[in-house]
């Protein structure tokens, strides 16, 4: 059994190595596959990540929320999902929490998240 463990969690870090490190406040861009009847495509939903959940293990997700036409839309995506192609990192957040759930009560402006400097070495 211990060597069914060994090859399921080699898998994961595999999976996961292919997609860039990201938090909650990080702006991201998924590219989903979907299948509409007998035709796969595939489409990109850019948000706000509000939270990672079971980060580390095969049932790992994370929300992405974003506004389209003026109302809020949230998916969940599995990081392990068949259906995701590819994850960009756009921008880096800077929050001082793990979950972003305010965010849902403010537009314009009050939902904006400062972005990360990061710093230059010579």
Do not use: C, W
Not at 104 to 122: D, F, H, L, N, P
């Amino acid at each position: 059994m211990s060597e069914l463990l060994k090859f399921v969690e080699a898998e994961y870090k595999e999976v996961r190595a292919k997609f860039p490190t990201f938090k909650a406040g990080d702006t991201i861009n998924v590219h989903v596959r979907i299948t509409e009847g007998n035709k796969d495509r595939i489409q990109q939903f850019q948000g706000t990540v509000i939270q990672r959940r079971n980060i580390n293990s095969n049932g790992e997700t994370f929300t992405v929320r974003k506004i389209s036409n003026g109302v809020g839309v949230e998916r969940i995506f599995p990081i392990l999902g068949p259906s995701i192609e590819k994850i960009e990192l756009l921008r880096e957040g800077k929050v001082r929490r793990a979950r972003l759930f305010y965010l849902r009560g403010r537009q314009g402006k009050a939902a904006k998240i400062k972005e990360k400097i990061r710093s230059r070495k010579a």
